[in-house]
Nanobody, 116 residues
Framework: QAQLVESGGGLVQPGGSLRLSCAASGFTFNNYNMNWYRQAPGKERELVARILSVASITNYADSVKGRFTISRDNAKNTVYLQMNSLKVEDTAIYYC?????????WGQGTQVTVSS
C-alpha cells in the first residue's frame, strides 16, 4: 500500500527557514515524479515545486523561485523541500504528492506557519 509521510513543518518567523521531508513507501519511488503542493486557508491547492523521475529536473512556482529548493534521495525514498526566506504568505498546509501517468498518491500534509 502506497504511503507518503510528511514531516518538518512548524512555526517560523519571517525570513526564517524550514526543511520539509516526505518519506515514501509501498511503490517504486524512482519511477515517480514528486511534487510539493500547498493550500492556504480559503485558497485552492497550488503546485509549489516538482522534481521529475528523469534526471531530477525541477520546476517551481514563480512565487517561490530562488527561495525554495526541491530535491530527492532515491536511495532513501525521500523528497525534500528546503524553504528559505520564508514569508507570511507561505503559510499553508504543505502536501507531498507522487505522480506517474494516471496514478497519484498524497500525504496527509504538514502545517507551515510563518508569523512574527
Amino acid at each position: 500500500q502506497a504511503q507518503l509521510v510528511e514531516s518538518g513543518g512548524g512555526l517560523v518567523q519571517p525570513g526564517g527557514s524550514l526543511r520539509l521531508s516526505c518519506a515514501a513507501s509501498g511503490f517504486t519511488f524512482n519511477n515517480y515524479n514528486m511534487n510539493w503542493y500547498r493550500q492556504a486557508p480559503g485558497k485552492e491547492r497550488e503546485l509549489v515545486a516538482r522534481i521529475l523521475s528523469v534526471a531530477s529536473i525541477t520546476n517551481y512556482a514563480d512565487s517561490v523561485k530562488g527561495r525554495f529548493t526541491i530535491s530527492r534521495d532515491n536511495a532513501k525514498n525521500t523528497v525534500y523541500l528546503q524553504m528559505n526566506s520564508l514569508k507570511v504568505e507561505d503559510t499553508a498546509i504543505y502536501y507531498c504528492n507522487a505522480q506517474r501517468f494516471g496514478t497519484s498518491y498524497w500525504g496527509q500534509g504538514t502545517q507551515v506557519t510563518v508569523s512574527s
